[in-house]
């Protein structure tokens, strides 16, 4: 089982990181999280923002979820 990195990480970063895990090129991650190549190469790259439903289809294969949790001062 791959880990994801528990602290505080950018978007692009983490979906990378995981996609690296599952061992599929970018192309075979995007058709498995329904979303197009070139949304993910921009969404790895930082160059876009992400709605939070793309970013839900990018996390799903690992089980993730996007949530809101209260800041730890």
């Known amino acids: 089982m791959t880990m994801v990195p528990e602290t505080r990480a950018q978007i692009g970063a983490l979906v990378r990181t995981m996609r690296l895990a599952s061992r ?4 075979e991650y995007a058709k498995l999280c329904d979303v197009s ?3 993910l190469m921009s969404v790895e ?5 992400v709605h939070v439903e793309t970013l839900e289809k990018l996390l799903h294969p690992f089980g993730y979820r996007v949530g809101v949790v209260r800041a730890v001062e």
């Open 24 to 27: 599929c090129s970018q192309k």
């Open 37 to 39: 190549p070139r949304v």
């Open 45 to 49: 790259a930082g160059n876009t923002k």
